[in-house]
């Protein structure tokens, strides 16, 4: 796995490089192990995802902020990290639980069956129920792999869940975007 950081000064670009590295020792914990071969952390967040999704319209503002992202590629998976994570706002314990998070984002891809084709109602209601298992899944398991490796969860972690909850709700009831492309695919 491969892993560039594209932030900080020398001395901040090892100790995040370390950091990340934990995600490479818990693939012993996964058979088959999740196919992730490169995790970046981004200077340019959008610009970096759009360049591995050979897109030029991705953007991390959809209504709430986006700050992780793992895009498929040919050989296995891209993990790519906002610097915003490597802020104040968050410590070891919430980027533990966002790197997890988006590696569990790549597990649940070998447990769901493909979504059906054949038709497009199918496709469309089987395409919602997984992007909800999906997210379901990712978040129940980092939030219990982050708390139990951390015995005291600390104030930043419960406020930044606190958040999440709220900006999940937002993006989920008041995303007009979600629901138009939802009414459009209908």
Do not use: W
Not at 100 to 107: A, D, L, S
Not at 161 to 184: M, P, Q, R, T, W
């Amino acid at each position: 796995m491969e892993i560039i950081v594209e932030i900080g000064t020398e001395q901040q670009k090892e100790l995040i490089h370390e950091e990340i590295s934990i995600i490479k020792s818990m693939f012993k914990a996964f058979t088959p192990p999740p196919a992730i071969t490169k995790v970046v952390v981004a200077a340019n967040f959008d610009e970096t995802v759009n360049s591995l999704k050979n897109t030029n319209d991705y953007k991390s503002e959809r209504g709430n902020l986006t700050i992780a992202k793992n895009v498929p590629q040919e050989n296995g998976v891209a993990l790519v990290f906002s610097p915003l994570l490597y802020t104040d706002e968050f410590d070891n314990q919430k980027r533990f639980q966002i790197y997890t998070h988006e590696i569990f984002h790549v597990i649940s891809r070998t447990l769901f069956p493909q979504v059906p084709k054949n038709s497009k109602t199918d496709f469309i209601y089987f395409s919602n129920i997984y992007i909800l298992f999906d997210e379901y899944y990712a978040n129940r398991k980092s939030y219990e792999v982050t708390e139990s490796i951390f015995q005291d969860m600390s104030h930043r972690y419960k406020k930044s869940n606190a958040v999440h909850l709220k900006s999940f709700i937002k993006a989920v009831i008041g995303d007009c975007d979600y629901y138009k492309k939802i009414s459009e695919k209908t």
